[in-house]
C-alpha cells in the first residue's frame, strides 16, 4: 500500500527478520529489547510494521500483543516503539523534523485495530505530535544513563557519597563478587525482593530461563552475585548487552543483609564489566520514590522516556482494575 510519495507501510514476514535486526542496530532508537530473537521469547504474539523507500527500511516499530487485541510491553521489556534510521549530517534539522512526522504518521495510519495501545518508547525517540495529533495520551517515565563508560575511574568519581560508602563497606566486610551460579539461583535471590515487599513475582522461572539460554548463546548477558564470607549470596544483577548500551534488567538482596552493602558492590561490579562490552549503561529507572533516588546517586543522566497509550472505555476501566489489583491476580492466576 503506498501512502507517501516515496513510501511504502507494510509488515514484514519472519523471513525479514534478519533485515530488521540490522535496522534495530543502525538506527538510534533501537536497542536489545526491540531484537526479533529477544521478542520470540518474552511474548507469544508480535508484528514488525515498517515503513520502507526505494526496498530499505527507513522507520519500524515492534507491536507485541496479547489476546483481547492488547498491544503493549511484554514482560522484561521497558523500551519500545518507533524506530528510525539515522539523520543524513548534510540534512536540515527542520528537513529531518519533517521527515519524522510524515513516517511516524504513517506508522500509525497502518496499526492494527486495538483495544489498547500501550508502549514505553525509546529515550532518542522525542517527537510524539503525531501520537498527539491521533488522539494518544503521552506520558512521562523516568531512567538514568552513565552516558560514557570509556573512562571507569570518573565514572566511580560521579557516584554519590552514600554508594561509595556502600562499597567499601561490603569490601570491608569480605563481601565478593562472583559469576559462577546461574539462573536458577539469581531467581531465588531475585525473588527475595518481591517476598519482602510481600509482592509476587511479576515473571517466572520458566520464563527467565527461556530467556537466559538465549542471551547466553549470544553472549548478551551477564549475572553476577555478591556472597558473604560464608559463602552465602546475599545479592544479585543481572544486565543484558549490545554494543550501544548495557541494561540492569533485575536485580535482587537477602533483606537479612541489606545493610552490608552487597548490593552496590554487585552493581559496581557490573558496571565495570559493561564497560568492557557496551558505551552506556542504563538503570532502566523506577517511578517509585526509593528506587529512583538510588538509581540517581550513580551518578546516570536523568533520561526521559515516553509512555504512548490509547484504550477504548471498556478496556481501560479492565485495564485499570488489573493494575490496581496485579498482586492479587498473579497470586490467583499465576502469571
Given at each position: ?43 507469544s504474539n508480535f508484528d514488525i510494521l515498517v515503513a520502507e523507500s526505494k526496498n530499505k527500511i527507513v522507520a519500524g516499530i515492534v507491536l507485541p500483543y496479547m489476546k483481547g487485541k492488547i498491544y503493549r510491553n511484554p514482560k522484561l521489556t521497558p523500551q519500545l516503539g518507533v524506530l528510525l534510521e539515522p539523520r543524513d549530517p548534510k540534512q536540515k534539522y527542520s528537513t529531518y523534523l519533517s521527515r519524522e512526522i510524515e513516517l ?232
Amino acid at each position: 500500500m503506498v501512502l507517501m510519495k516515496d513510501v511504502n507501510v507494510r509488515f514484514l514476514n519472519e523471513s525479514e527478520y534478519e533485515i530488521w535486526d540490522e535496522f534495530v542496530d543502525a538506527s538510534p532508537q533501537g536497542n536489545i529489547f526491540n531484537k526479533s530473537y529477544w521478542l520470540k521469547h518474552v511474548c507469544s504474539n508480535f508484528d514488525i510494521l515498517v515503513a520502507e523507500s526505494k526496498n530499505k527500511i527507513v522507520a519500524g516499530i515492534v507491536l507485541p500483543y496479547m489476546k483481547g487485541k492488547i498491544y503493549r510491553n511484554p514482560k522484561l521489556t521497558p523500551q519500545l516503539g518507533v524506530l528510525l534510521e539515522p539523520r543524513d549530517p548534510k540534512q536540515k534539522y527542520s528537513t529531518y523534523l519533517s521527515r519524522e512526522i510524515e513516517l511516524s504518521e504513517e506508522l500509525i495510519k497502518s496499526f492494527p485495530k486495538f483495544n489498547q495501545f500501550d508502549y514505553n518508547f525509546s529515550y532518542n525517540y522525542t517527537n510524539f505530535m503525531p501520537f498527539i495529533w491521533n488522539d494518544f495520551n503521552v506520558n512521562v517515565r523516568y531512567t538514568y544513563v552513565i552516558e560514557d563508560l570509556s573512562d571507569i575511574d570518573k565514572v566511580y568519581s560521579d557516584f554519590q557519597y552514600d554508594i561509595k560508602y556502600q562499597i567499601k563497606k561490603a569490601v570491608k566486610s569480605n563481601i565478593t563478587v562472583t559469576d559462577r551460579y546461574g539462573i536458577d539461583e539469581f531467581y531465588e535471590i531475585n525473588k527475595k525482593t518481591f517476598d519482602r515487599q510481600k509482592m509476587q513475582m511479576p515473571y517466572t522461572l520458566e520464563l527467565l530461563k527461556n530467556i537466559d539460554e538465549e542471551l547466553a548463546k549470544r553472549q548478551k548477558r551477564k549475572i553476577f552475585f555478591a556472597e558473604n564470607n560464608e559463602g552465602k549470596i546475599i545479592a544479585g544483577v543481572y544486565i543484558i548487552y549490545d554494543e550501544k548500551c548495557a541494561y540492569y534488567l533485575m536485580g535482587g538482596a537477602d533483606p537479612e543483609y541489606r545493610n552490608m552493602g552487597a548490593q552496590a558492590l554487585t552493581l559496581w561490579e557490573a558496571i565495570k564489566f559493561s564497560s568492557t562490552v557496551s558505551k552506556q549503561f542504563d538503570f532502566e529507572g523506577s517511578m517509585v520514590r526509593g528506587i529512583e533516588s538510588a538509581f540517581r546517586q550513580y551518578g546516570g543522566t536523568q533520561k526521559i522516556i515516553y509512555n504512548v497509550n490509547k484504550s477504548n472505555l471498556y478496556t481501560k476501566i479492565a485495564i485499570d482494575f488489573a493494575r490496581k489489583n496485579k498482586n492479587w491476580i498473579r497470586k490467583v492466576f499465576k502469571v
